[in-house]
T-cell receptor, first 113, second 111 residues
Framework: NAGVTQTPKFRVLKTGQSMTLLCAQD?????MYWYRQDPGMGLRLIHY???????AKGEVPDGYNVSRLKKQNFLLGLESAAPSQTSVYFC????????????FGQGTRLTVV | RKEVEQDPGPFNVPEGATVAFNCTYS??????FFWYRQDCRKEPKLLMS???SGNEDGRFTAQLNRASQYISLLIRDSKLSDSATYLC????????????FGSGTRLQVQP
């Protein structure tokens, strides 16, 4: 049971470079999320998707884009990386039922220099 | 005001102690409540859901007070392995299902 898989696990980018983080889930979940976690600030929602082909902005969407072309995949893109985007990124998925568990990927540690 | 607030701690307690964490939330329409556990440099994992009637799972007890808009987590007989950050998580029920996280309370259980 893979659950939620994120790739890559670590990455160092130079300012201005672009990259895509991939999240894949095999639980047939409708909802998928991208969060970032910074020291002392908890997890903050970047973008989310409530189904294939749909995406929406979360709390801190600036500088990021997302796509959900397939139900099992949710991609997070950084078009022009900035040092402020240095963070740990977590993807999560859950089913639409109330009181269900959200499952998280293992995280991607991104450093922008 | 943050939507979900927690005391960041750290709470340093000896093995065997009882420790309690509280969390307050701002949206009275919130529908679902959870405690997640996060170990250092790992992903969050569900510890337990919190129901209006309260619920217990072994040494862990969670309670919800809708009138005062807070939830609590009680850990009895603390173990070294309980050392982690505990995240209060709320589904704000605003028409989109996205979980809102508190910044976490760090627990350190000492021998």
């Amino acid at each position: 049971n893979a659950g939620v898989t994120q790739t890559p696990k670590f990455r160092v980018l130079k300012t201005g470079q672009s990259m895509t983080l991939l999240c894949a889930q095999d639980m047939n979940h409708e909802y998928m999320y991208w969060y970032r976690q910074d020291p002392g600030m908890g997890l903050r929602l970047i973008h989310y998707s409530v189904g294939e082909g749909t995406t929406a902005k979360g709390e801190v969407p600036d500088g990021y884009n997302v796509s959900r072309l397939k139900k099992q995949n949710f991609l997070l893109g950084l078009e022009s990386a900035a040092p402020s985007q240095t963070s740990v990124y977590f993807c999560a998925s859950e089913s639409p039922q109330v009181n269900t568990e959200a499952f998280f990927g293992q995280g991607t540690r991104l450093t922008v220099v | 005001r943050k939507e979900v607030e927690q005391d960041p701690g750290p709470f340093n307690v000896p093995e065997g102690a009882t420790v309690a964490f509280n969390c307050t939330y701002s949206n009275s329409a919130s529908q679902s409540f959870f405690w997640y556990r996060q170990d250092c440099r790992k992903e969050p994992k569900l510890l337990m859901s919190v129901y209006s009637s309260g619920n217990e799972d072994g040494r862990f007890t969670a309670q919800l007070n809708r009138a005062s808009q807070y939830i609590s987590l009680l850990i009895r007989d603390s173990k070294l392995s309980d050392s982690a950050t505990y995240l209060c998580v709320v589904n704000m029920g605003t028409g989109r299902r996205a979980l809102t996280f508190g910044s976490g309370t760090r627990l350190q259980v000492q021998p």
